[in-house]
């Protein structure tokens, strides 16, 4: 059965850092396109990062330079290092296997979403 189960979000004030990780079973991978997704209340399931099955990597505008996707394949693990976060960086962030829209209404709905994790930045 494919699940991701998150883990490391948390509060933090501005400038800090934290890590997330994302522990996938049922599938591996390092075969499939991995990717980061955040909503805040009101707002849609916007794409953060995504590392390809191919090995490229996407990072959005909005993270460039603060945030890095990387990935352990002994541990079928998927983890978004977070720095220099911003208040508008508070959301629940979601891992998603082979999701690679940039936009979903909502995060979640089906296996291939992990429960969500929470980001709190305080100024």
């Known amino acids: 059965e494919v699940q991701l189960v998150e883990s490391g979000g948390g509060s933090v004030q501005a400038g800090g850092s934290l890590r997330l990780s994302c522990t996938a079973s049922g599938f591996t991978v390092d075969d499939s396109d991995m990717g980061w997704y955040r909503q805040a209340p009101g707002n849609e399931c916007e794409l953060v990062s995504i590392?390809?099955?191919?090995?490229?990597?996407y990072v959005a505008d909005f993270v460039k330079g603060r945030f890095t996707i990387s990935q352990d394949n002994v541990r079928n693990t998927v983890y978004l290092q977070m720095n220099s976060l911003k208040p508008e960086d508070t959301a629940v962030y979601y891992c998603?296997?082979?999701?690679?829209?940039?936009?979903?209404?909502?995060?979640?709905?089906?296996?291939?979403w992990g429960q969500g994790t929470q980001v709190t930045v305080s100024p």
């Open positions: 590392r390809n099955g191919d090995g490229s990597t």
């Open positions: 998603a296997a082979d999701r690679v829209a940039p936009i979903y209404k909502r995060c979640g709905g089906d296996n291939y």
